[in-house]
């Protein structure tokens, strides 16, 4: 192959990763229309309502259901604490967006899940990551699930930090 034919070559295959890693062409604007908990939100994504599970973290649940009961079986804490932890997780997070505020998404490998809820990393308006802020916090902990493990570092520090501080639900703990 002659060095014109591996340059171009090389210069397509760097074009096509720049576009696909483009900020531009990963992340999206979209509209905040309601927190479901501390890792949940509801945005105005395409015309439609959706569902937000924000990747790289799991926060304790807000009320009573099947998997605040597999948390409190799992723990040490039962069922009311559990409820009562995913609340503050909630209210932390209404401290940072609200409804009406405007968000930017970025999808990582896979972006839908079982329940049909996109997949996404959230930026608050001042360029923040909201995922690493409720982790930093101290009101989630960290849960990667492969393929989407692309903050998983930070998320981890991120978790380090709160322990570290006792921040959020680690506050007494």
């Known amino acids: 192959m002659s060095n014109v034919k591996k340059q171009i070559k090389t210069l397509s295959l760097v074009f096509v990763l720049v576009l696909v890693y483009s900020p531009i062409y990963a992340q999206q604007k979209t509209l905040v229309t309601r927190i479901i908990d501390g890792d949940i939100v509801q945005v105005l994504y395409e015309g439609l309502e959706k569902r937000i599970r924000l990747i790289g973290i799991d926060a ?22 559990i409820v009562e932890m995913g609340a503050k997780a909630k209210a932390y997070v209404n401290g940072l967006i609200k409804r009406g505020d405007f968000v930017t998404i970025e999808f990582d490998i896979k972006e839908m899940d079982r329940y049909g809820r996109l997949l996404c990393y959230v930026y608050l308006s001042n360029g923040k990551m ?7 916090a101290g009101y989630a902990n960290v849960k990667t699930i492969p393929p989407n493990i692309k903050y998983e570092d930070t998320f981890l520090n991120a978790f380090k930090y709160a322990e570290e501080t006792k921040g959020g639900l680690w506050d007494g703990q």
């Open 130 to 136: 909201l995922n690493e802020e409720i982790v930093r």
């Open 60 to 81: 304790p649940e807000s009320r009573i259901d099947r998997k605040a009961l597999k948390e409190a079986n799992m723990s040490e804490h039962d069922i009311e604490t």
